[in-house]
């Protein structure tokens, strides 16, 4: 959807019948169906929360 949402005109169908038009902006704007898609793929590239990094490895002092 990443392509989508360039587009000058925006048309969202729902079982064969028109379900929204607009730009990207209105139709997140709008919170629908096309909103909900594009926010479902955009999750799968948002950083995981909660995940631990791991530690550096203590190093010993040369002295």
């Excluded at 590239?45 to 203590?58: D, G």
């Amino acid at each position: 959807m990443s392509g989508v949402r360039h587009a000058d005109h925006i048309y969202v169908l729902n079982q064969g019948r028109l379900a929204e038009h607009g730009t990207h902006d209105d139709l997140i704007a709008a919170r629908g169906r096309y909103a909900a898609m594009f926010d479902t793929q955009a999750a799968q590239y948002a950083p995981a929360p909660n995940v631990p990094k791991p530690a550096s490895p203590r190093v010993a002092d040369k002295a």
